[in-house]
């Protein structure tokens, strides 16, 4: 299992545990595949862990290590080893939820296309995730054959980007993923995020050496078209691992104030010289922030984008709280019903 990312305070708790442990390839609804020093097999949730985990992001997620019972063929999954990482975003649709992309990862690539795709404000908010998840952030610019203003490209992500890598990638040239060799190490899991026909699945390919996953061409509008329906783990033959994702239409944040102070150091920094402490860089008197947007020092639309992710962030933070308290109250309640019973 060390080839599968399983070391140091995990393998130790691995050889202290009774069950065996297995990693998490590929999660497909109520079942999943999972690895072990044994073999790979199909696994469920136990009962007894489906009746103690209330949040569907503390079921297992691809990329986690799990406590197993293993019988002939298949397994239950009893546990999930503490993670390392997880790159964690509000669940879509109108309800209000946490769900684990993907656990226990080194790197994040950001991947964000070179022709149609090219979204600034979209890729702070998935820098601001990944800064927040406990990985890396590398930012990946797939289609790199196709772009003919690349130096404008590059400094414009740079500005939005700063202390992160970033990679120029095109699948279609013999040399064109060499830049990704140095993060593809022994035991270490890169995750490939990023929305809809970025490319994900043909890099995987290529670092696979085989067109193991299902890709489609270009729509009429310059944009790739959305194949990959699950999450999945690839042992690649040169050692590590990548994790294949879905492109996702939405990326809600979940109370990801880390990631968005590292991912606008530079609007952080120029806070401190604000007149008040909680300034909003609204309306506020003597905000530093918006007196460098006036001179031009920084853009109006990054602070447009600060802003409406640390309101997106807050208000799922206070959401989580909210259903918190309300689940506790109902448990209050039922615990005074049974009380009733009983008498």
């Known amino acids: 299992m060390a080839a599968y990312g399983l070391t140091g305070q995990l393998a130790a708790l691995a050889n202290a545990g009774a069950a065996a442990v297995g990693r998490v390839l590929a999660q497909d609804r109520g079942s999943y595949r999972v690895v072990s020093s044994s073999d790979e097999r199909m696994a469920e949730v136990s009962g007894r862990l489906r009746y103690d985990t209330a949040a569907a992001a503390d079921f297992p997620a691809v990329g986690d290590f799990v406590w197993l019972r293993e019988e002939e063929g298949f397994a239950m999954i009893q546990g999930i080893l503490p993670r390392r990482s997880a790159f964690v975003r509000r669940a879509a649709g109108e309800g209000c939820a946490r769900q684990v992309v993907a656990a226990n990862i080194d790197t994040a690539f950001i991947c964000m296309a070179l022709n149609g795709d090219f979204n600034l404000r979209r890729l702070e908010r998935y820098l601001a995730v990944a800064w927040d998840s406990g990985a890396v952030p590398v930012v990946v610019l797939t289609k790199s054959d196709l772009c003919g203003n690349m130096a404008q490209r590059l400094s414009e992500v740079s500005g939005v980007a700063a202390g992160v890598d970033i990679l120029t990638v095109s699948a279609m040239e013999t040399d064109g993923m060499r830049a990704l060799a140095p993060y593809l190490r022994p035991g270490k899991t890169v995750a490939l995020l990023g929305s809809s026909g970025v490319g994900k699945s043909t890099l ?9 996953l299902q890709t489609n061409g270009l729509r009429d509008d310059d944009r790739g078209r959305h ?31 880390e990631g968005l102070e590292q991912s606008f150091a530079d609007i952080e920094a120029l806070s401190a010289g604000c007149r008040f402490g909680d300034c909003t860089h609204g309306s506020e008197p003597g905000c530093a922030v918006r007196a460098a947007v006036e001179s031009g020092l920084l853009t109006r639309e990054r602070l447009q984008s600060y802003q409406k992710l640390c309101a997106e962030s807050r208000y799922a933070a206070d959401a989580e709280s909210y259903l918190a308290e309300k689940k506790e109250k109902f448990k209050r309640i039922a615990k005074i019903n049974r009380s009733a019973r009983r008498k």
């Open 227 to 257: 194949t990959t329906t699950r999450r999945e783990l690839f042992l690649l033959a040169q050692g590590g691992m990548v994790i294949d994702t879905p492109g996702m239409r939405e990326l809600g944040l979940w109370d990801a104030d």
């Open 204 to 212: 995987i390919n290529r670092l696979l050496g085989e067109e193991r």
